[in-house]
């Protein structure tokens, strides 16, 4: 009598419990995640509906200077109120933003001023989250699908959210093909048998339904990864270590050195991070630019109050329009201290993109950095894109057409998911919902297999410590369950 385990008829088994215990126990978080995900595709539009007054300016004249326009919005929030960033009209008829930092605000919240920015009138006052400028109606859904509400705690949720979508679209993809290689007419498995009835039309639709979204949801799942707590920095930490890192634009000033050549700013780093010995050096006076020669103390104040002082805004616009700044959606950061420039950044998230910045020192409007995109590394390029397309703005509403329909199918299969569950229950004696497939696949799988199945769960426990911790989880529940319940004849093969 031989003692080998068959090598047929333990993948499917396998693949078909992890399918329906991922999705039993991670379903309420991908429910949550795939229906506010629907929410955000549409939320542009329902933005422009309900902020219309903030965001159109009823005056077709010419615009008033930038300046004036701060000055206008400065008056309105109070001489104390510090310049976050400003954002200029893109169009006519948009309004001008000018964004405060405001500490009783949360993470990355600033407090927006709206403007008509040919008559300066204040159209709007408004919290703005985040680097798309979401307002409080996009905002409150970004977050809903983000973190719950909850903060750095909620961002569990989505991130098993993320790591599981994968997993049980992988795992719906092994089932659909050993579907296919049984089935009479393949191509019945691809569009819903509406004949049938009960547990097989359910069946039906949703592993169809899965079939048309999988590269979606496969996406959908990896760009999610990237905004997570655990997994996310996994990922940062290998783009590092192998130098698919963005390039960023640095702010620094730079000053002269007792030799008079160039040298970065005190207080920071060769990475332009703030360094700890902050005001240990003394540093030489500036060298001279553009006509500023080297002087007093005095002199020195001077020159550092003209390179922070927002009347200057128009010119450092210009200068960096000069230098790579050639799309109207821009924004402008104002100096972080006297030792660093202003920011001109573009923030066109549609395709093409246009992501270029440029360092301006805003007392001699010299270029003293600049970052373009089309200089990014192929990785930084696909990240920058990746993230564009999971939020719905690289081909405008297209993309978010194709998000709202990926998006509320997921939500659909979900729910006939959860139907199959219950429509599998026992009919009679009064039980509940349907029992989850036999287990002992692992015990009739050859050496290869185990091993080849350990091998990939600590993989993906390592790449995603999340995934990997609730995995053990299930797999330790259900093996206590498995002692302490009544064994089906299958379960002791």
């Known amino acids: 009598m031989t003692t080998n385990r068959?090598?047929?008829?333990?993948l499917g088994p396998l693949l078909l419990r992890l399918h329906f215990y991922a999705a039993i126990l991670v379903g309420p978080f991908l429910l949550v995640s795939a229906a506010s995900g629907t929410l955000y595709a549409l939320s542009p539009q329902l933005e422009k509906a309900v902020y219309a007054h903030e965001l159109t300016a009823p005056s077709d004249a010419a615009p008033l200077p930038l300046a004036a326009q701060v000055g206008a919005a400065q008056a309105h929030v109070g001489p104390e109120a510090q310049i976050a960033a400003v954002r200029p009209a893109p169009e006519p008829g948009d309004t001008t933003r000018v964004m405060y930092a405001d500490d009783a605000l949360g993470e990355s919240e600033t407090r927006a001023i709206f403007l008509d920015p040919a008559t300066g009138e204040v159209?709007?006052?408004?919290?703005?989250?985040?680097?798309?400028?979401?307002?409080?109606?996009r905002g409150w859904i970004d977050q809903l699908h983000r973190n719950l509400h909850l903060g750095d705690a909620g961002r569990l949720y989505s991130e098993l959210s993320?790591?599981?979508?994968?997993v049980i679209a992988v795992a719906g993809l092994g089932l659909w093909i050993r579907r296919a290689r049984r089935a009479r007419r393949r191509r019945d498995l691809l569009r819903p048998d509406l004949r049938a009835r009960g547990y097989r039309r359910t069946l039906s639709l949703h592993s169809s339904a899965g079939i048309w979204v999988l590269l979606g949801a496969l996406f959908l799942a990896a760009t999610g990864i990237t905004w997570s707590q655990y997994g996310g920095g996994n990922i940062g930490t290998v783009r590092e270590a192998l130098g698919f890192?963005?390039?960023?634009?640095?702010p620094r000033l730079p000053v002269a050195d007792a030799r008079g050549?160039?040298?970065p700013a005190a207080g920071h780093d060769e990475h332009g991070e703030h360094d700890e010995q902050d005001g240990h050096e003394e540093h030489a006076e500036h060298a001279e630019h553009a006509g500023h020669s080297t002087g007093t103390a005095g002199d020195a104040a001077a020159d550092a109050s003209s390179r922070t002082d927002p009347a200057a805004i128009d010119d450092v616009l210009a200068a960096g329009q000069a230098a790579n700044i050639d799309t109207g959606l821009v924004e402008i950061l104002p100096p972080a201290d006297e030792g660093s420039a202003w920011v001109v950044q573009e923030i066109q998230r549609s395709f093409p993109t246009e992501v270029d910045a440029v360092a301006v020192d805003g007392a001699t409007l010299e270029v003293v950095d600049r970052s373009d995109f089309a200089d990014q590394d192929l990785a930084a390029k696909l990240t920058r894109w990746g993230i564009d397309l999971h939020m719905g703005t690289m081909f405008g509403l297209a993309n978010q057409i194709v998000l709202f329909l990926i998006a509320s199918t997921l939500v659909l299969m979900i729910l006939w998911g959860y139907r199959m569950w219950w429509q599998r229950r026992p009919t009679r004696g009064g039980g509940g919902p349907g029992r989850p497939p036999q287990r002992g696949a692992l015990r009739r799988?050859?050496?290869?297999?185990?091993?080849?199945?350990?091998?990939?769960?600590?993989?993906i426990g390592a790449a995603l410590p999340l995934l990997g911790a609730s995995l053990a989880a299930f797999v330790l529940v259900d093996a206590v369950v498995g002692r302490l319940g009544p064994a089906r004849p299958a379960d002791r093969t």
């Open 6 to 10: 068959p090598a047929q008829g333990w």
């Open 123 to 137: 159209r709007g006052d408004l919290t703005v989250y985040g680097t798309s400028g979401a307002l409080p109606l």
């Open 162 to 166: 993320a790591s599981w979508l994968g």
């Open 245 to 250: 890192t963005t390039e960023a634009v640095d």
């Open 261 to 263: 050549a160039a040298a």
């Open 445 to 459: 799988a050859p050496w290869w297999g185990v091993g080849l199945v350990l091998l990939v769960a600590a993989g």
